[in-house]
């Protein structure tokens, strides 16, 4: 949890953005606006949201898989975590 604190601002950036394109993506919805223009707004949600999950990902991954003094059982139940989140987040 302490690599969510240490980047807390900028997570926080990155969800703002995410809103704000959220809420464009509304905005073209209700506005009738053509396809690709939706599509563009869709893909930059979608790209906003995978780069915020890869950055909290890498600072668990660090804190919680390949830091100092964990004993494999720990390892192993920690990797076994980050895969069934992933395969979740994929689906």
Same mark, same amino acid.
């Given at each position: #949890? =302490?690599?969510?604190?240490?980047?807390?601002?900028?997570?926080?950036?990155? !969800?703002?953005?995410?809103?704000?394109?959220?809420? +464009?993506?509304?905005?073209?919805?209700?506005?009738?606006?053509?396809?690709?223009?939706?599509?563009?707004?869709?893909?930059?949600?979608?790209?906003? !949201?995978?780069?915020? #999950? +890869?950055?909290? #990902?890498?600072?668990?991954?660090?804190?919680?898989?390949?830091?100092?003094?964990?004993?494999?059982?720990?390892?192993?139940?920690? =990797?076994?975590?980050?895969? +069934?989140?992933?395969?979740?987040?994929?689906?």
């Amino acid at each position: #949890m =302490a690599h969510i604190q240490k980047s807390k601002k900028q997570l926080l950036t990155r !969800v703002r953005k995410i809103k704000g394109q959220a809420a +464009a993506l509304e905005t073209a919805l209700e506005q009738d606006k053509d396809c690709l223009a939706i599509l563009q707004q869709i893909a930059a949600v979608r790209g906003a !949201v995978n780069g915020l #999950m +890869a950055e909290v #990902m890498e600072g668990h991954i660090r804190e919680h898989l390949v830091a100092d003094g964990l004993s494999s059982e720990e390892r192993q139940e920690e =990797a076994d975590k980050v895969a +069934a989140l992933l395969r979740s987040y994929l689906k």
